[in-house]
């Protein structure tokens, strides 16, 4: 039976064809072109990310306009427009720590979460870079240092924090006594804003460099052997054939895993809050975080907003680069 058939009658009771709902939505939808039918498939998907994502996104950026409220029965105050952005960058707001300071760049958040992204990150990339080329070779034994290699990112970040915590605790901790004669740390690193972020920093490494070599691991083993094949019948070094064969063609996934750690740094809060906590290394989340609790709702909205213009920054410039990368530099 065509479609067209099982939608005008199908059905008949007595002389009257009853028409049906559910065979004419049917014959519509096989009416449909792929991409028609694909985009209408996603229209659920659509759906949930407006009302668990875009919607609240926006109901944010409408709260980041208005005044905090704390004396009020209202929790939202009056509507003030893009007052307390111009407040939170130029200094005049009243917030629980500096937003930006130069004078003291370990106790207010935008140099805290700059310095603790910029000095994770470069480590975490080094150090799984290296760490990815040497995986990447064949030697006996590869599969359990890869496993040995994943553990450290499999541990929760509470634990990850506990350990840290635990590890510089001056009563208990191995690690105070000989960096504290060293000239590292304080004899109390975790009350310190600059050893609490050093500790952060050393934690974070310690757990996202794996990622970081897993993606560029990746990267790796989809360059052509071959390549490398040729490069030693030309005669190249093995510095040659990382500067013209391994590096470039590493290169898109090593951006990729930049995009998604530089993301996640500037976004760090539970292993700050689980090790030094907030109050001594007070990065941009945390200052949203207790903003949020204090009642301060505009004041936090606009922080948090400022982070993601920053991220949406990043992200634009990351993507260029995938771009350059994809059309050859063009």
């Not at 427009?81 to 130029?90: A, E, K, M, Q, S």
């Not at 996640?264 to 207790?290: D, F, M, Q, R, W």
């Not at 920054?313 to 995938?322: A, D, N, T």
Request: glycine share 6%; net charge positive; with cysteine.
């Amino acid at each position: 039976m065509s479609t067209e058939e099982r939608s005008s009658t199908v059905t008949q009771t007595g002389t009257t064809p009853r028409y049906r709902v559910d065979l004419a939505t049917l014959d519509w939808l096989e009416r449909r072109s792929d991409t028609q039918f694909v985009y209408m498939m996603l229209l659920p998907v659509f759906a949930l990310l407006g009302t668990m994502a875009i919607w609240p996104l926006i109901y944010t950026a409408n709260i980041s306009l208005h005044a905090d409220s704390i004396a009020t029965a209202d929790p939202i105050g009056e509507f003030v427009g893009h007052r307390n952005y111009v407040d939170i960058l130029t200094g005049e707001a009243n917030l629980q720590r500096p937003f930006f300071s130069l004078s003291n760049p370990f106790t207010s958040a935008a140099p805290v979460t700059l310095i603790y992204t910029v000095s994770a990150v470069l480590v975490e990339t080094v150090l799984g870079l290296s760490m990815a080329l040497i995986l990447n070779r064949e030697f006996r034994g590869r599969r359990w240092v890869r496993v040995a290699m994943i553990l450290p990112w499999t541990v929760p970040i509470v634990i990850q924090g506990m350990i840290f915590y635990l590890m510089f605790q001056p009563s208990i901790g191995f690690a105070v006594g000989p960096l504290n004669d060293l000239g590292v740390v304080s004899s109390t690193p975790l009350a310190t804003s600059r050893d609490g972020l050093l500790i952060a920093i050393i934690a974070d490494v310690w757990k996202q460099s794996a990622f970081m070599a897993l993606l560029i691991l990746a990267g790796l083993q989809s360059i052509d052997r071959s390549l490398y094949s040729v490069a030693r019948v030309a005669g190249a070094s093995r510095i040659q054939q990382f500067k013209t064969i391994t590096f470039p063609l590493v290169l898109p996934a090593l951006l990729v895993a930049l995009l998604f750690r530089t993301i996640g740094a500037l976004k760090v809060y539970g292993l700050v809050e689980s090790t030094a906590g907030c109050n001594t290394v007070p990065t941009l989340s945390c200052l949203v975080i207790n903003l949020w609790s204090a009642n301060r709702y505009g004041s936090a909205a606009a922080v948090a907003f400022i982070i993601a213009a920053v991220i949406g920054i990043l992200l634009v410039g990351y993507l260029v680069q995938l771009r350059k990368q994809e059309t050859g530099g063009t």
